[in-house]
């Protein structure tokens, strides 16, 4: 049962343009988002979160929505850039546990220069 | 370093052999992580440590894995008589504690094991 799906394995995306990665999940106990970033051969790397009582968290060019009733997040990079290329991670968790991470599949992100 | 490391890198183990995988997590995390990622797949969580004492090791699959963390700091993923099937990346996470302030978990790079 898999409580994150990121749907598209993949995005391609011309440098300058606006990157859209998507999120949904089921368990409506989560009550708070992650995005992470991963380059081949190196650990997750934290980029941006989310607290479900926000429905807005901006960070430079990243800006993650959330929308709570479609159980759907979103990640936004703009303008986005090469170095953006990597695998981004959703992952989910829920208060009063251990913090424990639920991630999602990921989605290879390819910004063309 | 003044990132999570792990050690070793690579492990090439044969079928039914033990193996030990190490994490040093960030100086004064309390909190200790460890996942594991199979190909085209996200992070999975395997068990938690806070302090000395693993607070929930839920994701451990079967009693053939086990994780130790003798004085809080260090932690060990031990697998005995491994499977192809385990063959994955391990990674290790830390943070300053758990609960209601939210703390970043930090990711090694992982130990990619490989059983024959």
């Known amino acids: 049962d898999q409580q994150v799906k990121q749907n598209s394995p993949s995005l391609s995306v011309q440098e300058g343009r606006i990157s859209i990665l998507n999120c949904d999940y089921t368990n409506s106990m989560f009550d708070y988002f992650l995005w992470y970033k991963k380059y081949p051969a190196e650990g997750p790397t934290f980029l941006i979160s989310i607290s479900s009582i926000k429905d807005k968290n901006e960070d430079g060019r990243f800006t993650v929505f959330l929308n709570k009733s479609a159980k759907h997040l979103s990640l936004h990079i703009v303008p986005s850039q090469p170095g953006d290329s990597a695998v981004y991670f959703c992952a989910a968790t829920s208060s009063g546990a251990t913090n424990k991470l639920i991630f999602g599949t990921g989605t290879l992100l390819a910004v063309q220069p | 370093g003044a990132g999570v490391s792990q050690t070793p890198s690579n492990k090439v183990t044969e079928k039914g052999k033990y193996v030990e995988l190490r994490c040093d997590p960030i100086?004064?995390?309390?909190?200790l992580y460890w996942y594991r990622q199979s190909l085209g797949q996200g992070p999975e969580f395997l068990i938690y440590?806070?302090?000395?004492?693993?607070?929930?090791d839920s994701g451990l699959p079967n009693d053939r894995f086990f994780a130790v963390r003798p004085e809080g700091s260090v932690s060990t993923l031990k697998i005995q008589r491994t499977e192809r099937g385990d063959s994955a990346v391990y990674l290790c996470a830390s943070s300053l504690s758990t609960g209601m302030g939210r703390n970043e978990q930090f990711f090694g790079p992982g130990t990619r094991l490989t059983v024959l």
């Open positions: 440590f806070q302090g000395t004492g693993a607070a929930d």
């Open positions: 100086s004064g995390h309390t909190a």
